[in-house]
């Protein structure tokens, strides 16, 4: 990426150099926050998931921190009429 930014920018000057290197190094940056930020995104996509699922339907989904599904009544339809 250094080689192609430096022949498309083609510095002559001391202040052009220093500046290319500059678009140089953060360009790396912007690279490694770009992985930084879809390695977080996929660590806590399961998360929130999960959450957003919760807010639909708190009592269906079960708990993850002690592997023991919380305790629920029966599902409406599942009741039979007396």
């Known amino acids: 990426m250094r080689q192609a930014i430096l022949a498309d920018i083609a510095p002559k000057s001391a202040i052009e150099w220093l ?4 678009v140089v190094e953060l ?3 912007i690279e490694r926050y770009s992985l930084l930020r879809h390695r977080i995104l996929m660590q806590y996509r399961e998360k929130a998931n ?3 699922l919760r807010r ?3 009592i ?5 921190s002690d592997g023991v599904r919380p305790p629920t009544s029966p ?5 039979l009429p007396k």
Do not use: M, R
Not at 19 to 22: C, E, K
């Open 56 to 58: 639909i339907d708190p």
């Open 75 to 79: 599902p409406q339809c599942l009741v």
């Open 60 to 64: 269906e989904i079960p708990s993850e």
């Open 27 to 29: 360009s790396w940056e």
């Open 50 to 52: 999960e959450q957003s």
């Open 19 to 22: 500046l290319a290197v500059d």
